[in-house]
Nanobody, 123 residues
């Protein structure tokens, strides 16, 4: 059983940057792909992007491609979501999640999920 603990997030002005971390414990983190999702009130979690088990391949949805970067350090059992040039529409609760499949774009299909962290982009 893998537990995912998230950190980072907060409030930032448009154009700013934030980095989210997702630390795994209790399992073999390097077996799993990691996906990032975001959710706004009243909506289903939206797929942002994912990274494969080794970190050699990433996938991004169009709204964030070129602005967000997903990486991982398997030695530290940690995945990262670097968010640059943030926009107000990036506001939401961000979740990391782990699963064996890559890329998996459905939140419910992930085996393990973090607790979520709020990101607010506002002037």
């Amino acid at each position: 059983q893998v537990q995912l603990a998230q950190s980072g997030g907060g409030s930032v002005q448009p154009g700013g940057s934030l980095r989210l971390s997702c630390v795994a414990s209790g399992g073999t983190f390097s077996r799993y792909a990691v996906g990032w999702f975001r959710q706004t009130p009243g909506k289903e979690p939206e797929f942002v992007g994912a990274i494969n088990w080794s970190g050699s391949t990433t996938y991004y949805e169009d709204p964030v491609r070129g602005r967000f970067t997903i990486s991982r350090n398997n030695t530290r059992n940690t995945a990262y979501l670097q968010m640059d040039r943030l926009k107000p529409e990036d506001t939401g609760v961000y979740y990391c999640a782990a699963t064996l499949a890559f890329p998996s774009v459905v939140f419910a299909g992930y085996d393990f999920r973090g607790q979520g962290t709020q990101v607010t982009v506002s002037s």
